[in-house]
């Protein structure tokens, strides 16, 4: 019987250079969506999806997310002295049960390779989930609830992946598929950020994986890849060449870009629109500039 996926490792440490100045002091995952940040969504999908421990990697100038993630005594006792608890409601949802939380931090950034090694002592011997904050996921089925679902027929590694022209590979893992159902594709081999010309294929690696435990090991060796820094793909690849499953799944649902500029504005766009409060409204302002 395949062991559960009930730890996930969410990568936290990133300067949100992309973004500055709006993260000069704050956290590229604490900018909002419509009326939540990026890392409530992340973690809202892992809660979905079984998750019971939730590891952040951290940084430096983190610590809103420490906070977002906590209690707010002054905040819920004003909330409730002036009656508002659909919004109380609302906070307490959004926090995990006490205990189900870790932090750990990152000193260097040497990479989401070394990003989630230094989760490796809360990991444990466990299949593990890794959720980037960046990936925004709009699913009916939640993203990770799709991959454990598959997990629980296929084991091993699993990663959701898109399709993406030849010539946009080079920003990301690539799969060398071996079969592909149109839904899960199996894979001998994934290589980081390849030449358009030597890409295996054009089934790209997003920020959502379940991974075996043996990735730590690999990641030990600290041996770096594109772009100088401990890859997590190039670990995956050793996992491979041990002989373990490796899979990609075509979920079903919306991904969203959040860690470029006009990939952050769609989302906006997109969750704003369908809020029930607040898409009608916004479609007639997004009127005035069409």
């Known amino acids: 019987m395949r062991q559960p996926i009930k ?23 604490m900018l909002p969506i419509v009326d939540k940040p990026l890392i409530h969504y992340a973690v809202e999908e892992a809660k ?7 590891f952040f990697v951290t940084g430096r100038a983190k610590s809103a997310i420490d906070d977002h993630f906590d209690r707010a005594f002054e905040l819920e006792a004003t909330l409730r002295e002036r009656g508002k608890t659909d919004l109380l409601e609302e906070l307490e949802a959004g ?38 904050a960046d990936d925004l996921m709009v699913c009916e089925t939640p993203c990770l609830t799709q ?5 629980a027929k296929v084991g091993g590694n699993i990663v959701a992946i898109i399709d993406v022209p030849r010539e946009h590979t080079q920003r990301y893992g690539v799969l060398d598929v071996v079969s592909d159902d149109g839904r899960l594709v199996r894979a001998r081999g994934v290589v980081e950020k390849p030449d358009p010309a030597q890409a295996p294929s054009t089934s790209t690696i997003i920020g959502r994986y379940i991974i075996q435990p043996q990735v730590f090991g690999h990641l030990a060796r600290g041996e770096t890849g594109s772009g100088g820094e401990i890859q997590l793909t190039d670990a995956l690849e050793r ?11 075509r979920f079903s649902g919306r991904r969203y870009d959040c860690g470029d500029k006009l990939g952050f504005l769609e989302a906006t766009i997109a969750l704003g629109l369908a809020h029930p409060d607040l898409g009608p409204g916004l479609q007639q302002v997004l009127c005035k500039y069409l």
């Not at 730890?7 to 995952?29: D, Q, S, W, Y």
């Not at 939380?101 to 989930?129: K, M, N, S």
């Not at 991959?147 to 997990?151: L, Q």
């Not at 996992?239 to 799944?249: C, K, N, P, R, T």
């Open 7 to 29: 730890k996930a490792v969410f990568p936290v440490a990133g300067l949100g250079t992309r973004f500055l100045p709006a993260t000069k002091a704050m956290p590229k995952e």
């Open 48 to 54: 979905a999806a079984g998750i019971e421990q939730f």
């Open 95 to 132: 926090l995990p049960e006490p205990g189900q939380i870790a932090y750990t931090r990152q000193q260097l950034p040497l990479g989401l390779g070394h990003a989630v090694w230094c989760a490796r002592a809360l990991v444990g011997d466990e299949p593990f989930a890794v959720l980037l």
């Open 147 to 151: 991959m454990v679902e598959a997990y």
């Open 239 to 249: 996992l491979i060449e041990d002989g373990q499953a490796f899979h990609g799944l």
